[in-house]
């Protein structure tokens, strides 16, 4: 499985961003999703997951992110609104394979990670 993050960029306390990451390498649907983002000095923390049954989001972005994918194309986005500083980090996709009902929150549950695409929101 390869993963390509991509989307990131500078925008404006209350703008929008939409991250894009694509899919290759094997069956797309049999995985679930993640996005997860790390800032300079902290822990890669969970953002927003998609499952085959359920889809969960950090409080921090409740409201604000929406994650969905397109399993023709193979590819998850993460569309960000109301940004704020707080959000500036680096984003990274992340697959597992489906097994579970509930969506995975933690890095050690991903087999599959993209590079990262860097998000800086400016106040």
């Known amino acids: 499985v390869q993963l390509q993050a991509s989307g990131g960029g500078l925008a404006q306390t209350g703008g929008s961003l939409r991250l894009s990451c694509a899919f290759s390498g094997r069956t797309f649907s049999n995985y679930d999703m993640a996005w997860f983002r790390q800032a300079p000095g902290k822990e890669r923390e969970f953002v927003a997951g998609?499952?085959?049954?359920?889809?969960s989001y950090a409080d921090s972005v409740k409201g604000r992110f929406t994650i969905s994918r397109d399993n023709a194309k193979k590819t998850v986005y993460l569309q960000m609104n109301s940004l704020k500083p707080e959000d500036t980090a680096v984003y990274y996709c992340?697959?597992?394979?489906?097994?579970?009902?509930?969506?995975?929150?933690?890095?050690?549950?991903?087999?599959?990670w993209g590079r990262g695409t860097q998000v800086t929101v400016s106040s």
């Open positions: 992340a697959a597992k394979w489906a097994k579970e009902v509930t969506v995975a929150i933690t890095t050690t549950e991903y087999d599959y």
């Open positions: 998609l499952g085959h049954y359920a889809t």
